[in-house]
C-alpha cells in the first residue's frame, strides 16, 4: 500500500453528484485520516434534538444553535464533542486535533473546560471510512477536499455552510456553489 497524505483537520465538501444520502451537500471535517482509515464529522446537520435532552451538563456550554448535529451515519448512539480552544495549550478534558480543534471528553467535569472553550459543539454519530475507501472516493471526485477554518465547527448557520465553504474557494470551486439543490428544475 503506498503512504496516505494525512487529510486530518481538512474539510469534504460532497460534489453535487454524491449519491449517498447520508452526505447530500454535506460538509465534513475531519478529525483523523491515516493509512487504517479515516473519521470526520459532518458539520452542517443540525437535529432537532437539544443538547440538554442527552447531556444535560453541556447544554449551557453549547453554541448557537444549541441543539446536536447527526456527525455522520456511524454509532448515532455516541456523542462527541468538538471544540475550538484558542492558544497553545488545552484544558485537561480536551485532545488538540488539528489547529485550535479538539475533542471534548464529555465525561469530564463542565467546569473543568468552560473558561478555555471558545466554542463547543456535540454530535451524534461520526463519518467513517476503511483503508483506501475515502481515496476511492476522492478519485472518482466524490469530495472536494479544503482547507477547513476554525469558524467552520460554530457556524451560526450551519444550513449553508455547503455553500459558504465553497464560495470562499477560488476558481471553480467557488462557481460550484450556485450549484441549484435540484438541478432538474432548470
Keep these: 500500500m503506498t503512504e496516505v497524505s494525512s487529510l486530518t483537520g481538512r474539510l469534504l ?37 437539544d443538547v440538554g435532552d442527552i447531556l444535560e451538563s453541556w447544554a449551557d456550554h453549547a453554541g448557537e444553535p444549541g441543539v446536536v448535529f447527526q456527525g455522520g451515519p456511524v454509532s448515532l448512539d455516541s456523542a462527541l464533542g468538538l471544540a475550538v480552544i484558542p492558544g497553545d495549550e488545552g484544558p485537561l478534558g480536551w485532545r488538540r486535533v488539528y489547529g485550535a480543534i479538539g475533542l471534548v471528553d464529555l465525561e469530564t467535569p463542565p467546569e473543568l473546560l468552560v473558561k478555555a472553550l471558545g466554542s463547543l459543539r456535540i454530535f451524534a454519530g461520526y463519518a467513517g471510512w476503511g483503508p483506501g475507501q475515502l481515496e476511492d472516493e476522492l478519485k472518482r471526485g466524490a469530495w472536494y477536499v479544503v482547507e477547513s477554518e476554525p469558524g467552520d465547527v460554530s457556524s451560526p448557520r450551519p444550513e449553508g455552510l455547503w455553500r459558504a465553504v465553497l464560495r470562499r474557494q477560488r476558481g471553480e470551486l467557488a462557481m460550484i456553489a450556485t450549484y441549484p439543490d435540484d438541478a432538474s428544475l432548470n
Design 13 to 49: 465538501v460532497a460534489a453535487p453528484a454524491l449519491a449517498d444520502p447520508n452526505f447530500d451537500r454535506a460538509v465534513v471535517l475531519l478529525l483523523d485520516h491515516d493509512g487504517k482509515g479515516s473519521l470526520g464529522v459532518v458539520l452542517n446537520r443540525p437535529t432537532p434534538v
